[in-house]
């Protein structure tokens, strides 16, 4: 299906730059339409959990050097032979950018506040998730993942855990000290 798509998104490509435009803008058209085609038909049909593996800015801003290699390759067609043929090439960039910025493999929306505070772990929160691990109700073990995976999300969920904990000792506190 992807070698199918890859072909038709570069006929399309062709054809835009070929039939409909003419001169320096057809080059450009060509490559930047055929790329965008696929890369979208890559992102849409994943089989991954579709999601930016960055936040939304750096990941436009990463997808733009991908933009600029694009766009300088059209530049370079009078000195580069058979530029037709590396046009139909192009799109075979796009399955790179997609593993790389598409894939929901890097930092979720809270990533960095986790990674953060994993850095900042300590041997006591260590001893607290050895005690987790021994106990019989692993609430953070999911399929698939591994110790880490459920070591960040124990300690991503501890900070509202203690504040539940705080609000309980101050509830059962209050009606002592209304009896004094």
């Known amino acids: 299906m992807k070698i199918l798509a890859y ?3 570069s006929l399309i490509g062709f054809a ?10 057809a080059a450009f058209a060509s490559v930047l339409v055929s790329y965008h085609l696929y890369l979208m038909f890559l992102v849409l049909s994943a089989q991954h959990h579709k ?10 801003f990463t997808h733009l050097p991908f933009v600029v290699v694009l766009v300088g390759l059209p530049y370079m067609r009078e000195q580069i032979p058979y530029f037709g043929l590396l046009s139909w090439l192009i799109p ?3 399955p790179f950018e997609t593993q790389w910025l598409f894939s929901g ?4 929306q809270d990533g960095f506040a986790v990674n953060n505070a994993l850095a900042k772990a300590s041997s ?20 698939g993942a591994t110790v880490d995976d459920e070591f960040r999300a124990w300690l991503a969920h501890r ?16 009606p002592s000290q209304q009896m004094n």
Do not use: I
């Not at 493999?105 to 979720?108: N, T």
């Open 92 to 94: 075979g960039l796009a």
């Open 16 to 25: 835009v730059g070929h039939y409909l435009l003419y001169g320096a803008p």
């Open 124 to 143: 006591e929160d260590h001893q607290e998730f050895v005690q987790y691990l021994r106990g019989p109700r692993r609430r953070f073990k999911k399929p």
């Open 159 to 174: 900070p509202r855990r203690r504040a539940a904990a705080t609000k309980r000792a101050d509830a059962s506190s209050s």
């Open 51 to 60: 999601a930016l593996s960055l936040p939304v800015g750096q990941t436009f």
């Open 105 to 108: 493999q890097g930092q979720s």
């Open 7 to 9: 072909a038709v998104s």
